[in-house]
């Protein structure tokens, strides 16, 4: 393998700027990310279908940094067209592979979908890298893939379960895939497993789009808040926590997307330990439901109504992270709270809601 670190970075370790591409950019975390790739030297290419995004978001990231990033209207399933843009963008140095369908429900309806799109992007993806001789891969994944787990935090070290859905088994495989790639001594990787990521850039400017009715609790609040939805359903107040609802470590986008930036500068700079590695990005800290309505509340000044309905299937009662490996390797830790969370996902609500944004 190329030791890329010798065009990646100069002597005095200052970064030259390699182009990065992301796959999936325009999307919630994606954008994020390709922000504080920017803010941090990085030029970056987006290749994204926009089938759960907009084009607009390039403006919108335009805005924010004042430098567009380059975008590519690619579908990642189609082997032929990521070649292309290969071919078009030689000096790729990396690539962070957000592209997937993320709806846990939906993969139970359309499993074959969800297989087809999450797992064929991914070896198409790294199919193409290999023949283009580029090393650096970085996946999103999922604490998903913990299930409902034996001790809390749970630590990378816990066994990966059974998925419980289509789209769990999704991260579960490609996690194999890559691991299976990484043997062949052409890739280095690293894995990141997400808890719940929520919230907005500070600025307002980008944030998440859920098409429809949103499936996660930040973006219903902040629909309902504003009066897109009636009314906010808590799903269970009958688990064996102490308020009786779910605990979920939800961590902040700007947060989220920073770790990125350090997982592709650790594997440019080979300061990896192991060729592939796998980190947790939370907080460490787990709420209730209950506990982010009242943070919502205490944030917002807004008092949200809600009812207890049955338990949502799937759902595990507690999960959250030991993200100590994350910390100590990439030199990178959480710093937001759930209130910077709750006002920015507020702020971005209130933007498209007033045609600020699209
Ligand atoms: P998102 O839907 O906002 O972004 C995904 C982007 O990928 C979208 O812009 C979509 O248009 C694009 N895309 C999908 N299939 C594509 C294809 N075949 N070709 C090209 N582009 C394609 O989702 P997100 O929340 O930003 O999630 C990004 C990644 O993080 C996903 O892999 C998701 O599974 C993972 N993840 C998300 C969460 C979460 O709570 N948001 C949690 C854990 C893991
Ligand atoms: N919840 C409600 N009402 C709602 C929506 C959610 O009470 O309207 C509850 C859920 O029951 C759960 C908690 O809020 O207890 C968080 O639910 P989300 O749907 O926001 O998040 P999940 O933890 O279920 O799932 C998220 C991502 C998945 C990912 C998983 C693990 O959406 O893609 O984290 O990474 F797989």
């Known amino acids: 393998m190329e030791p890329l670190s010798k065009f990646a970075f100069n002597n005095n370790q200052r970064l030259m700027k390699p182009k990065i591409l992301v796959t999936g950019g325009t999307g919630y975390i994606g954008s994020h990310t390709v922000v504080e790739l920017q803010k941090s030297g990085f030029d970056v290419v987006i290749a994204d279908n926009l089938c759960n995004s907009k084009k607009e978001i390039v403006d919108q990231i335009e805005k924010i940094t004042g430098k567009r990033p380059k975008f590519e209207k690619v579908d990642l399933k189609n082997r032929e067209q990521i070649s292309q843009l290969f071919d078009k963008n030689t000096d790729i140095k990396g690539v962070i592979h957000f592209a997937a369908y993320k709806a846990v429900g939906e993969s139970m309806q359309f499993p074959l979908m969800y297989y087809h799109n999450n797992l064929f992007s991914l070896i198409n993806i790294l199919q193409v890298m290999m023949k283009h001789n580029i090393n650096n891969f970085v996946f999103s994944s999922s604490c998903t893939v913990y299930g409902n787990p034996d001790y809390l935090p749970v630590s990378e070290k816990a066994h990966v379960k059974p998925a419980i859905s289509p789209y769990g088994n999704t991260k579960q495989m490609s996690e194999e895939i890559i691991s299976d790639t990484v043997q062949t001594g052409n890739l280095r990787s690293i894995s990141l497993r997400y808890f719940n990521p929520v919230g907005a850039h500070n600025s307002g400017l980008i944030g998440e789009l859920p098409f429809g009715i949103p499936n996660n609790l930040v973006p219903f609040i902040t629909q309902a808040a504003i009066g897109k939805r009636k009314i906010l359903k808590v799903f269970g107040n009958d688990y064996q926590t102490p308020d009786g609802t779910c605990i979920r470590d939800y961590i902040h986008i700007e947060d989220l997307a920073k770790a990125h930036v350090a997982a592709i500068e650790r594997l440019l700079k080979l300061k990896q330990k192991d060729d592939y590695e796998v980190f947790n990005l939370g907080t460490g800290k787990g709420y209730s439901v209950l506990e982010v309505i009242k943070a919502f509340e205490e944030a917002t000044k807004i008092k949200l109504q809600y009812e207890f309905t049955e338990r949502r ?23 937001k709270d759930l209130r910077d969370m709750m006002k920015s996902a507020w702020k971005w609500e209130k933007n498209l809601e007033a045609g600020k944004i699209f």
Do not use: C, I, R, T
């Open 313 to 335: 299937p799937g759902d595990v009662p507690q999960v959250w992270a030991d993200s100590s490996l994350a910390n100590n390797e990439l030199g990178w830790k959480a710093q």
